[in-house]
């Protein structure tokens, strides 16, 4: 089969077209023809080298897939050749065939083509897990979403409208701004232009944000903990900005503050089949009649993985970018 491999770390030339083997399902895998892989900033990291794949997985780069079953593993009963789905792999999703645990796959939903579905299982199965299950986001709460217009940010709008939470994002331009207002987005603050500290507690009534959704980091904690309600909550999904940050803990103690950080890629396989159990049904249902707003899609062939790569690099870059086969 054909696959994108990570040569050595570095920039996007380092991914290369090449052959594999194509995988044998485990007894409690399925294997799917992959027609659309998504690229998400997991995979940026993992060819510069800061993202090493767990034990055990695949080391090629890809984290969602669509496509459809071309076989299954003997303690599979709940999927059949042929059926159309979207998952959450484990890695190995730029390639034409890829192994998944079946606890982690999804069906298509009905209103999605493939490259839409592709687009979903990364950002949804992240925010779903950390804003819906941890979090406990409620009706009527203000979520601050910095990076509102990336993938994870466009999820995080998604679903917090969804719950009925007010959701409010931090963008660079107008242009994202404008992006992130078509997800969902509340208000949306200009961050280069105006202090998002004050501007939140502006457009909450001097409350601030319930839960704020960070992919920022380092000098963004202190400022996160002035922006934040009090018994509010921190979710770490990012460090961007920086790992280090300096933490006031009588800041922390005052507000009576959560801070929790989460990966996806690391963690158990039947964590991650409760996820997609929970997507399934709270998630799934709205894509299937239109309450959930699609995000903005930009497509490239298999083989201009470094094409994709070098645009979500790009600072301009919002939505989500998506390989088709």
């Known amino acids: 089969m054909r696959t994108i491999e990570i040569t050595r770390p570095g920039g996007p030339e380092v991914l290369t077209l090449a052959q594999a083997p194509i995988p044998e399902p485990k007894a409690n895998e399925i294997l799917i023809k992959v027609a659309a892989a ?8 993992q060819r510069q080298g800061k993202y090493p794949p767990p034990p055990g997985s695949s080391p090629l ?9 071309a076989g299954i ?19 190995g999703g730029y390639a034409e065939f890829v ?7 999804l069906p298509l939903p009905q209103s999605c083509t493939m490259i839409e579905g592709a687009a979903l299982p990364e950002t949804l199965f992240t925010i779903q897990q950390t804003l819906i299950d941890r979090a406990q986001l409620e009706s009527g709460q203000n979520v601050l979403i910095h990076g509102g217009a990336g993938g994870i940010g466009g999820a995080a709008l998604q679903l917090a409208r969804l719950k009925g939470a007010l959701p409010f994002a931090t963008v660079s331009t107008q242009e994202k701004a404008d992006y992130a207002t078509s997800m969902g987005a509340e208000a949306v603050i200009l961050y280069p232009e ?17 839960i704020i959704v960070d992919i920022v980091g380092g000098d963004y904690f202190e400022r996160n903990l002035s922006a934040l309600a009090p018994d509010g ?3 770490q999904l990012a ?7 300096q933490i ?4 922390l103690l005052m507000k009576r503050a959560t801070l929790f950080g989460s990966t996806l890629r690391s963690q158990p396989d039947n964590i991650k089949a409760t996820i997609a159990r929970h997507l399934h049904d709270q998630v799934w249902p709205a894509i299937e009649n239109g309450a959930f707003t699609k995000p903005r899609i930009r497509t490239f062939a298999l083989e201009d993985a470094r094409k994709a790569h070098a645009a979500m690099e790009v600072p301009r870059h919002s939505g989500k970018i998506v390989l088709c086969l």
């Open 239 to 245: 460090v961007a900005g920086g790992a280090k940050a």
């Open 61 to 69: 780069p890809g984290l969602e897939v669509a496509g459809t079953v």
């Open 194 to 210: 105006q202090d998002f500290v004050g501007a939140i507690k502006g457009l909450t009534g001097g409350r601030g944000a319930d």
């Open 38 to 45: 998504g690229v998400n900033r997991p995979d940026i990291l």
């Open 73 to 91: 593993g003997d303690a599979v009963t709940h999927w059949q050749p042929g059926d159309t789905v979207v998952a959450l792999t484990n890695g």
């Open 248 to 251: 006031n803990l009588a800041s």
């Open 233 to 235: 909550t921190i979710i």
């Open 99 to 105: 192994a998944v645990p079946s606890g982690q796959v």
